[in-house]
Nanobody
Framework: QVQLVESGGGLVQAGGSLRLSCAAS????????MGWFRQAPGKEREFVAA????????YYTDSVKGRFTISRDNTKNTQYLQMNSLKPDDTAVYFC???????????????WGQGTQVTVSS
């Protein structure tokens, strides 16, 4: 069992930056692929980024490439999402997830956090 807790969300102006963190419980963090997903109002939850167990392999949805960076620190059981050049379209609840495959499909992730709100004003 893995428990995930996100933090770092907030209100930011367009063009600004935020860094989200996801702290995981347990001693098996390094055995999981980690991902970030988001859900905007009235829309389905969508994939944002994922990172492999060793922190080398990364995978992004096209709309965030070049602006967002996913990373992890296995010594701290924490993953991060650095978000730069934020746009109003990035407004959503952002979820942390832990899974077994480096993939965008939600079914590949077994554990989920409660989410953190990111609001980008124009």
């Amino acid at each position: 069992q893995v428990q995930l807790v996100e933090s770092g969300g907030g209100l930011v102006q367009a063009g600004g930056s935020l860094r989200l963190s996801c702290a995981a419980s347990g001693r098996t963090f390094s055995t999981y692929v980690m991902g970030w997903f988001r859900q905007a109002p009235g829309k389905e939850r969508e994939f944002v980024a994922a990172i492999g167990r060793g922190g080398i392999d990364t995978y992004y949805t096209d709309s965030v490439k070049g602006r967002f960076t996913i990373s992890r620190d296995n010594t701290k059981n924490t993953q991060y999402l650095q978000m730069n050049s934020l746009k109003p379209d990035d407004t959503a609840v952002y979820f942390c997830a832990a899974g077994r495959l480096l993939a965008r499909l939600q079914k590949n992730y077994d554990y989920w956090g409660q989410g953190t709100q990111v609001t980008v004003s124009s």
